[in-house]
């Protein structure tokens, strides 16, 4: 399932792939080296890509460290997500040509490096013509906002959603997709010193409603439900009390799905909600869903277009962040790691 | 939505009805009086219908007690099932005729009573040939359990399914149908010191593996599981730590479906089995479920035809009863009322 990576123990004169490896699990800034790699020519179903741009996602922090749900096998570059330019193709390539944009649909594939051979299954195109930065941060957080407002409710336009930690990169896309679609957004985020300005950010990007998480225990939440109906769907990215509170005001029968638990806390949910109000919970994961889909790439594609018409059309605006040339990756990490900064990390190849 | 009554004030000299009537809520003993009922002619549209039998539920205790979440419109009968035989019906009146047996398909009839005025919406014909204690005890556990095995993960021979309480009504009839469709069924009970009959007694009804509550969080669930699959749905009727413990031995992608919370503890669900797992919860309410079919009776049809031939094929065994007179019935509340009995009672008119 994991392309296993070749490194080059002896200098070469010519080397054509660097890259971030880790041979042990342990704080990014301890186990990564940059190195160079041996990139084989294709096989028949083979891509080679040139990386230009890859993130640095909380995910791939915690692959790193040896915390995630998934755990390539060792040594292994790292990275999940980001986007290339098709180099070269095996004879039975057929998805992606030379000088396409492509990007990953599987995790794993270790795009923390300049060029690397991944198999065309693990693939999509992307157009050429959004930035380089939107399309090296689209395959995770917009992927996910995009499955959390399509698969779970039937929404409409007037329809009502709630979100927690709507600040996040995922919850930044739910708002904007959600405005895209005359959907009406409530969201919540923890309260800090510079609320207000955070409050006229998710406006701008055309958050309805942002609350504090102390208002959902509040009576203004009666005033907010006189402007808009009660919300169909939830989303949580939190766990603990923050979710049990907003999951009070979902309308009859509706769903909250779960797709991070930031508050390192279960969900706890009264059996009232479950029998008498048939809510409905279920979790969310982006990895998952597009394995589920290796066969398949009719709702991937479609997604990326839709995706890729909402960045070009200045719906959907690309996270604010930091280049930084593959050399420089420990600077990128220690920011990537800060707290509160609200700036995606974006290693340039 | 609630049948009125007329109580009757003034003696008469053929009086055809009586029925347990309370007019305020408060605890069973106190409130409930035996009174005297007119029972009007049929409308073109009801359905006289003498009350053969009607048991004492849990919830009809609630609803007397006023803390159930659905309260009729006081003064009301107490009772929301039983059987009757359909006495005259109204010139519209096509699913029943005279002599007939019927249930109620929704909640709020008031059962308990000698006889009564009904909309023919509101009854279902059961076949004649089954137990009285059978018919009148249909409409509420049985129904529960069947739409629990039918409606929420596609169950084949072979496959499992774990369930708490298993000796409450409904647990009982989960596992007698389960071993009707060859499902295996792991039935958690709480320990006791008559567990070892207890036991016995549900291997008897077709339990395949009953265990305590202490032995969900023991190495002994690996054995078990070299016996049969994880199972791909767990019935929740209790709440709290319990409930935890059993979701951990879901299958990926089970669900869990609550219809109670005996422990009166919310549900609490670990993050990672949400998303990782991708679990599934939902919650579960007969009422509701036949509401939703009021004009759509195809499936209510199928159900109590299915749970009928069970019946009548001894793979559903009437539960435990005891019965008495209309006129004893404070004995019965009382009997009702009393932890761990495992009888249920039944007011015979």
């Known amino acids: 399932m994991w392309p296993g990576i070749r490194l080059l123990r002896r200098p070469l004169s010519t080397l054509s792939a660097r890259g971030l490896v ?29 990386i230009l741009a890859a993130p640095i996602n909380p995910s791939d ?12 096998e060792l040594p292994a570059v790292g990275g999940n997500e980001g986007v290339g330019v098709v180099a070269e193709i095996g004879n039975h390539v057929t998805s992606v040509r030379p000088g396409d944009w492509v990007i990953p649909v599987d995790a794993g594939l270790g795009t923390w490096r300049t060029e690397g051979l991944y198999n065309e299954s693990s693939l999509v195109r992307v157009p050429s013509d959004i930035p ?5 941060t689209l395959s ?59 409050v006229q950010r998710l406006h701008d990007l055309g958050a309805d409603h942002v609350i504090t998480e102390d208002v959902l225990r509040k009576p203004e939440m ?17 766990g603990g009390k923050s979710t049990t509170e907003m999951l009070r005001h979902l309308d009859y029968g509706g769903t909250m799905v779960t797709y991070g638990g930031m508050a390192k806390q279960p969900v706890t949910i009264p059996v009232s909600a479950l029998i008498f109000k048939n809510v409905k919970l279920c979790g969310f994961w982006v990895t998952q869903w597009k394995r589920d889909r290796a066969h398949n790439r009719e709702e991937v594609t479609k997604m990326i277009r839709d995706l890729s018409d909402l960045i070009r059309r200045g719906k959907l605006v690309t996270p604010p962040s930091t280049e930084w040339p593959l050399q420089d990756f420990a600077k990128a990490m220690r920011d990537a790691q800060t707290p509160f900064l609200s700036r995606k990390q974006i290693l340039i190849m």
Do not use: W
């Not at 699990?25 to 891509?47: A, F, I, K, T, W």
């Not at 380089?132 to 090296?136: D, E, K, P, Y």
């Not at 007037?158 to 709507?166: E, K, L, R």
């Not at 996040?168 to 957004?185: K, N, P």
């Open 22 to 50: 880790y041979e042990k699990h342990g704080e990014p800034l301890q186990v990564l080296r940059l190195q160079n790699l041996e990139v084989p020519s294709p096989g028949d179903y083979d891509v080679r890509v040139k």
């Open 61 to 72: 922090i915690n692959m790193v460290q040896g915390t995630y749900a998934l755990l390539p």
């Open 132 to 136: 380089v930065v939107g399309a090296a």
């Open 140 to 198: 995770v957080n917009p992927c996910t906002a995009y499955r959390l407002l399509s698969d779970y409710e039937t929404l409409r336009p007037g329809d009502s959603i709630i979100q927690n930690a709507s600040n996040s990169s995922v919850g930044q896309v739910v708002i904007q997709i959600a405005a895209s679609l005359g959907i009406t957004t409530i969201n919540v985020v923890r309260d800090r010193s510079d609320l207000s300005s955070l």
């Open 222 to 238: 009666k005033e907010l439900f006189k402007k808009c109906p009660r919300p169909k769907l939830a989303l949580n990215c939190v």
